[in-house]
């Protein structure tokens, strides 16, 4: 007879936290405590994971999408309200963060089929960190240039 095993690794652990826990959101008090809990994880796949649960996440934690450039521009416009909104440690880890994006991205522009596509993201990025207020209006003229809403 077969015993049927339950999942194991960090996505089940995750999974029993969320039903253990039921946050409504998880905000960066939530991402320190599953650090801890789910320790050793690096932040990428965590947020990965966390992206996949379907559990809203707070700017932060969700990070700058870049599965599609409407997913980037979302997320970047969100992080801008946090970058705002904050003091010095809240504006640190913001860019932080987008400077971590940024540098993935460029990573990623050396799959030759990627390229085009992650050098424009990392110039999104890289406009964002250079001038975070006036990004908004520069997104909406660099997609009018491109024949893009």
Avoid at 120 to 129: N, P, S
Wanted: glycine share 6%; aromatic share 6%.
């Amino acid at each position: 007879m077969r015993h049927k095993e339950s999942p194991k690794g960090k996505r089940a652990d995750l999974l029993r936290w969320l039903e253990r826990e039921r946050p409504a959101r998880i905000g960066e008090r939530e991402w320190t405590m599953l650090h801890v809990e789910l320790a050793p994880v690096s932040g990428s796949y965590l947020r990965r994971l966390l992206r996949q649960s379907g559990v809203p996440l707070s700017p932060l934690v969700e990070g700058v999408r870049q599965e599609s450039f409407e997913a980037l521009e979302s997320s970047l416009l969100n992080l801008l309200k946090e970058y705002e909104g904050g003091d010095l440690a809240q504006k640190t880890a913001v860019r932080r963060l987008v400077i971590e994006s940024k540098d993935h991205a460029r990573w990623a522009a050396r799959v030759p089929g990627k390229r085009a596509e992650k050098q424009e993201m990392a110039l999104w990025m890289l406009t964002w960190l250079e001038n975070p207020p006036l990004f908004p209006q520069w997104v909406r003229l660099r997609r009018a240039a491109q024949g893009k809403k």
